[in-house]
Nanobody
Framework: QVQLVQSGGGAVQPGGSLRLSCAAS????????MKWYRQAPGKERELVAD????????DYADSVKGRFTISRDNDQNTLYLQMNALKPEDTAVYYC?????????WGQGTQVTVSS
C-alpha cells in the first residue's frame, strides 16, 4: 500500500534552516508529481511547493519563493523540502502529498516551529 513517512522538522529560531524528508513506498515514485503542503493553527492547509516526476520542474507559493527548495531523489524514493531563512509565519504542520490512481495520500505531518 502507498505510504509516505516524514522525518525532519522541529524548532528553530528565525533565520534558521530545516530539512524535511518524505520516504515513499507502495507506488512507482518516479512516475508521480509530488507536493508539500502546510497547515498553521486556525488556517486552511496551503500548498507550499510541488515538483514534477522527473524533478526538472518545480513551483512554489509566493510566501516561500527564494527561501524553500523542493527536490527529490528518485533512486531513494524520497522527497525533500529544504527550508532556509525561516520566519515565524512558517510555523505549521507540513505534509507531503501524492495522488496515486485517483486516490489522495498524505504523510503523517511534521511540526515546524519558528520562534525566538
Amino acid at each position: 500500500q502507498v505510504q509516505l513517512v516524514q522525518s525532519g522538522g522541529g524548532a528553530v529560531q528565525p533565520g534558521g534552516s530545516l530539512r524535511l524528508s518524505c520516504a515513499a513506498s507502495g507506488f512507482t515514485f518516479n512516475n508521480y508529481f509530488m507536493k508539500w503542503y502546510r497547515q498553521a493553527p486556525g488556517k486552511e492547509r496551503e500548498l507550499v511547493a510541488d515538483i514534477t516526476s522527473s524533478g526538472h520542474l518545480t513551483d512554489y507559493a509566493d510566501s516561500v519563493k527564494g527561501r524553500f527548495t523542493i527536490s527529490r531523489d528518485n533512486d531513494q524514493n524520497t522527497l525533500y523540502l529544504q527550508m532556509n531563512a525561516l520566519k515565524p509565519e512558517d510555523t505549521a504542520v507540513y505534509y507531503c502529498h501524492v495522488w496515486v490512481k485517483g486516490v489522495e495520500y498524505w504523510g503523517q505531518g511534521t511540526q515546524v516551529t519558528v520562534s525566538s
